[in-house]
């Protein structure tokens, strides 16, 4: 098993190795695979990029703003002569492009993905693809409020977290080339094992997405017509629930178990300031507003 690794460069490569890629598709042109297409372009990347979707406006809206060369609608089409492949749709999708596209994946290629959560769309895919095709799963901690292609920018990744979740028979060439292609977006990588990813992430990620949707929701309870009246603290806090709902379903899905877990340790938080406000512990409750206080301080800046 792959540990958590430190989040720096982990490699000393060639910078030329991103130049080993005639061409790569991406599947999804939304804000994070338009950003990585701009990124490489960026760095000098001078491949081909094609840009795979179901969104044909979307795609010709891409292709004027130089974000991609050219563009498919057929996933089959569109990874046809590829060296990187990288799925950058919602995850629910994965195992239905990964059937579309395996026939057609050319002998040495690399997929990978930008995806959120690992361990269980892997027991999906990893059986569909084929044996001379390399997976590296990624998943850069990057994003805005804003989605779609008019929101990306060469810069999104710029000093942001890309996690690799390799496992034990990851191609290592394929590995190191993943990783190099990342650190020249601007990202600092780490390497976490698949199933380590996501149990970090349910709760460092998808547990926050959840609480802002309930939060939301548990306002409207209290009247529908109150949530206009929030400051900036509320809209700092629900952020990520304008986050497109199709995903996070997805990746609620994917990860059911880890995010089960963490909200269980949340509902135990939640009770436990229910009692303190019953008992009237304004001490007891300010020590549990003292602790998570800490702990965010401890947080590094954005």
């Not at 990893?126 to 390399?134: A, G, N, Q, R």
């Amino acid at each position: 098993m792959y540990g958590v690794a430190s989040l720096s460069p982990s490699y000393s490569l060639p910078f030329l190795k991103i130049m080993d890629f005639k061409k790569i598709t991406i599947i999804g042109i939304g804000l994070i695979g338009s950003s990585f297409a701009l990124a490489l372009k960026k760095q000098g990347f001078n491949g081909k990029i094609t840009g795979v979707g179901r969104n044909e406006e979307n795609l010709i809206k891409a292709k004027d703003m130089g974000i991609v060369d050219d563009y498919s609608t057929s996933h089959a089409e569109g990874v046809r002569d590829a060296d990187l492949i990288v799925l950058a749709s919602p995850v629910g999708q994965f195992e239905e492009i990964v059937k579309h596209i395996r026939d057609k994946i050319k002998k040495g290629a690399i997929l990978t993905d930008v995806g959120s959560v690992k361990a269980g769309v892997l027991k999906k895919i990893t059986p569909l693809i084929p044996e001379s095709v390399s997976f590296v799963g990624g998943h850069p901690i990057a994003g805005k409020e804003c989605s779609g292609i008019h929101a990306a920018t060469p810069d999104l990744f710029n000093g942001a977290k890309c996690i690799i979740t390799p496992e034990e028979n990851t191609n290592k060439d394929a590995l190191e080339k993943v990783i190099d292609i990342w650190e020249k977006t601007g990202a600092v990588t780490a390497i976490m094992s698949p199933e380590e990813h996501d149990l970090v992430f349910a709760a460092v990620s998808h547990l926050p997405h959840v609480v802002a949707y309930a939060l939301v929701n548990s306002i409207l309870d209290v009247d529908e017509h109150i949530l206009r009246h929030g400051g900036r603290g509320l809209k700092d806090m629900t952020r990520i629930a304008l986050s497109p709902t199709e995903l996070w379903r997805d990746i609620c899905a994917y990860n059911r178990d880890d995010i089960l877990t963490t909200l269980r340790k949340f509902s135990s938080s939640i009770t436990h300031i229910i009692h303190l406000f019953e008992q009237a512990d304004w001490d007891g409750l300010e020590k549990e507003f003292t602790r998570a206080k800490k702990a965010r301080q401890g947080i590094e800046p954005d």
